[in-house]
């Protein structure tokens, strides 16, 4: 009975520690920081550069912005799901894993109530590029406002992030 019980413990552990992952070293942790802000500025790149001849009263090319927008949307779940798969250690390191994941609020707020906003103006055909542009542009400066506010934060926890490890920025 006691060999029965214990077993049902040791696979009910097994099962609940399959869940976590262990937090990754200090090195990769800001590595894998870095690499999700790239994917995500990426496709921000991609999508402004999609929409902007709509500022010069020229057609926006909507398959790259759509294309781009869906990008956005799985980078960030991506970015999300890894962030969220592991609590962070102590110290900086969780409050950098914390800032982040601010970080990526903000960043769900801007492809889920601008970008998407900006593709469905993008898209609708009754309006004229000059009518979308002046829909899109105070967006865009929305965003822009939202994202620098949040990418400061972040900047600031890691600064204190690399000089708690001594990893120096390239």
Do not use: H
């Not at 822009?144 to 990893?167: I, P, R």
Request: some cysteine.
């Amino acid at each position: 009975m006691m060999k029965k019980c214990l077993g049902l413990f040791l696979l009910g552990l097994a099962v609940t520690l399959a869940g976590c992952k262990t937090a990754p070293g200090v090195m990769k942790f800001n590595n894998e920081i870095a690499r999700s802000n790239e994917k995500l500025a990426t496709s921000a790149r991609s999508f402004y550069k999609a929409i902007s001849p709509l500022g010069l009263n020229q057609q926006a090319d909507l398959t790259t912005a759509q294309s781009s927008y869906n990008d956005a949307v799985k980078n960030l779940k991506d970015a999300q799901a890894y962030f969220e798969s592991f609590s962070g250690k102590s110290g900086s390191y969780s409050t950098l894993q914390g800032q982040y994941k601010e970080f990526l609020k903000v960043q769900e707020k801007i492809v889920e109530e601008y970008m998407k906003v900006m593709l469905q103006t993008a898209q609708d055909a009754k309006l004229s590029p000059a009518e979308k542009w002046a829909k899109i542009y105070p967006l865009l400066a929305k965003a822009s406002t939202d994202e620098n506010a949040a990418y400061k934060t972040l900047t600031d926890a890691q600064v204190a992030y690399a000089k708690e490890f001594s990893l120096e920025p390239k």
